[in-house]
């Protein structure tokens, strides 16, 4: 795995790191929408579309943001269709769904996968 290619899932990881610390943290107000909006804006979709190695990296980040949006949404209408609008509980679910998509990624480049020996 090149060095480039591991920038995001890392980003992905810090970013969901970075919104679980100024929501649940002792941190000022005036930070939490700008860290959280960046996080729910590319965070959980670019964790999923980056594992598929598109070599355009505006249409990458394109559909990063669409795929955020819809995650974001679908998460946020099961909660509140349930009766339970919790925002932390769907910002955790997305942190969750952004965190195991970039270290799925990690690893899945990381060790190279073999091909099945001829019988």
Do not use: K, N, Q
């Not at 790191?17 to 965070?43: E, N, Q």
Request: glycine share 8%; charged share 15%; proline share 6%.
């Amino acid at each position: 795995m090149s060095d480039r290619s591991r920038i995001w899932p890392i980003a992905v990881i810090a970013g969901a790191a970075l919104a679980a610390l100024v929501v649940w943290g002792d941190v000022a107000p005036t930070l939490r929408g700008p860290v959280v909006l960046g996080f729910l804006l590319v965070g959980p979709g670019m964790a999923l579309v980056h594992a598929l190695r598109l070599r355009d990296r505006l249409a990458e980040l394109c559909l990063a943001v669409a795929l955020s949006v819809a995650l974001d949404t679908v998460l946020a209408s099961a909660f509140l269709y349930a009766g339970d609008w919790w925002p932390e509980g769907t910002l955790a679910a997305l942190i969750a769904v952004a965190v195991l998509g970039a270290v799925d990624d990690l690893l899945s480049t990381a060790s190279p996968r073999r091909a099945p020996e001829a019988t």
